[in-house]
């Protein structure tokens, strides 16, 4: 049975007060209170900078934050902790710094400055930052103290236009979902952004790894639009007890330093993270003061650090992956608002791929969304006029300021609020008038499709009728059945994760001109 715990509840309890009642009925109360009685509902202190914190006004907040300054002289020093836990919350500055500094400089117990400590991280300045020099702080609280400063006065940004060289054999992963390996490797090789700066060295599922070979920057990797995100691996550490250590002598290697220095500019700060694992806020703490002590310029924070070091199991051992935070992507200028159910961008953009070369004309999307599919392909070329179609009038308002920040010059655009087999209704839609469809059309998860086989049915016949001889249908399938048109001859086919589940990508060459079919579909 689980054992009661009072202050809990009382939290639960205060959690649920608003301002003006914590203020005028519970603070009061609290004042008023025995020192025993104090101690009891010291759970108030903790709801009061909690609630003001989310739903004060700026003079509510200044209120709770000069009670909360008063307790911290209180004779109960767990009134004092409370206290100190709560005043960052509601946006300490050098007023409260100096105070808990004064509290620091005073403070006997090493419980009590542990806990001064701990405030001081999340609040602390340059006066911090210079009574650190003094000792008594640990590295954690130093390192916690030091990311804060350099948050504030040195921001980090990730040099896209930075060179690295004398890189040989460096490793990039090249990460994506599983299924479209074969289309980022063909982008590398292909995309002239990648041509004679990268290397294919292997592929496995979900994974793409590149060397380069010659100097590069990280625009040169984003200019890749398949993939999902990228990291360099740093190297490989042992399993054991000897890992903490081999973890945080990766993180400060000097090529870890080089990659660091090159794309950062700022402070260099980054996330630690283990791969699979979910928190492991013991580990990530041993590491990262093991790493700050070898190296103090490079910090690790939590708090909108712009890099991520993973770490990531691998036999009996494991490895280093260190990945730029780009929010937002930087190959995704144009996606001004997005959709609930939109693609995956780079499954769009593996997609429009999939079409081709030799697409010249029109290009449409029968379900368009926020208008990826319709973009990626735009961006390859070849398109000369673009359609998009949705039930979801917001969708295609949305794909249509979405085009329009892509800034594609010579595409002539048109988009309607329509059903697909509804198409002789758009302008320039009709037998025979389209280059490519593309279209990741509804899987029927989030919004329940009464007959998805029948919809998909649908889909090949108005493919087979709009389709010039030659044009190809692009389309990601979710049920398992064939194009029983004979024009629709299928080209290719893969399984691709969908994010949970399996779809199949399929391609389709419309062979020759077939006027069997009974154009009512439209």
Known sequence: MKKPNPAKDLYKQMRLLTCQQLWEEEVPRFDR?????????????????????????????????????GLLGDPCEKVRRYAMAAIPKLGAGPGEEAELLGLLRAAERNREKKFLGRALEKIAGEATLREMEGGGFDLQTRQKVQANVARAHRPSVICMERILSDCAGLRIHLRGRRGLEEIVREEVDQSPAARGKFRVVEVRAGLVVITPVAPFALADIYALRCFGAAGFVLGHAPGGPDSIDAWAALIT?????????????????????????????????????????????????????????SIHPA????FLELSPRLNPDPRLHFRLRDVPAASHPPLAACMA????????????????????????????????????TDLSAEAVEIARENLAAAKLQGVEAEFACRDFRDYQRVPGLGPETVS????????????????????????????????KPGGRLVFANPVRVAAPQPSLELQSRREVDFGGFTCRLEVYLKRARHTGLRQTAG
């Open 315 to 318: 036999g009996a051992g494991s």
């Open 253 to 309: 290697s000097p090529l870890s330093r080089k990659i660091f220095g090159t794309f950062t500019g700022g402070s260099i700060r980054y996330r630690l993270d283990f791969a699979g694992k979910g928190h492991q806020r013991g580990a990530v703490r041993l590491v990262a003061n093991r790493a700050y002590a070898a190296c103090p310029d490079i910090l690790n924070d939590a708090r909108g650090a712009p890099w991520t070091v």
């Open 436 to 467: 490519l469809l593309i279209t990741n059309p509804p899987m029927g998860r989030r919004v329940p499709i009464p007959d998805l086989r029948g919809l998909i049915q649908d889909l090949f016949a108005v493919a087979a009728i709009v389709l």
């Open 33 to 69: 209170a025995t020192p025993r009685e104090r101690t009891d509902r010291v759970a108030v202190v903790r709801a009061v900078g909690v609630v003001f914190s989310e739903n004060g006004t700026g003079e509510q907040k200044a209120n709770a934050r000069g009670w909360l300054r």
């Open 353 to 388: 791929r999939l079409a081709g070369k030799g697409i010249d004309g029109i290009v449409w999307d029968p379900f368009c969304g926020s208008g990826l599919e319709l973009i990626e392909r735009a961006l390859l070329g070849g398109a000369r006029g673009i359609r998009g």
